[in-house]
Nanobody, 112 residues
Framework: QVQLVESGGGLVQPGGSLRLSCAAS????????MGWYRQAPGKEREFVAR???????YYADSVKGRFTISRDNSKNTVYLQMNSLTPEDTAVYYC??????WGKGTLVTVSS
């Protein structure tokens, strides 16, 4: 059974950085596409970034230039480096694989 486990969330001050990780297990072959979504309080879940197995990346306009998605295919792990965080980035961040599989999420709070 496929499992996605996120880690790295927490409380950070505006302007700070965090690095999220998502480890996938339960499948021997690599996922073609892995990505991150987020859901802020009172809002719908939204796309943040995704990366293909060939490391082609896509970003939401709201995070371009601040967030970087990467992956380690040997570890079936995807990362999200988040810089210049603002309070608007506060949300639960979810890992996704091939649009079918979801992690339980990790909370990121940006506050002074």
């Amino acid at each position: 059974q496929v499992q996605l486990v996120e880690s790295g969330g927490g409380l950070v001050q505006p302007g700070g950085s965090l690095r999220l990780s998502c480890a996938a297990s339960g499948r021997s072959s690599r996922f073609a596409i892995m990505g991150w979504y987020r859901q802020a309080p009172g809002k719908e879940r939204e796309f943040v970034a995704r990366i293909t197995s060939g490391r082609i990346t896509y970003y939401a306009d709201s995070v371009k230039g601040r967030f970087t998605i990467s992956r380690d295919n040997s570890k079936n792990t995807v990362y999200l480096q988040m810089n210049s965080l603002t309070p608007e980035d506060t949300a639960v961040y979810y890992c996704n694989a091939e649009k079918n599989y979801w992690g339980k999420g990790t909370l990121v709070t940006v506050s002074s």
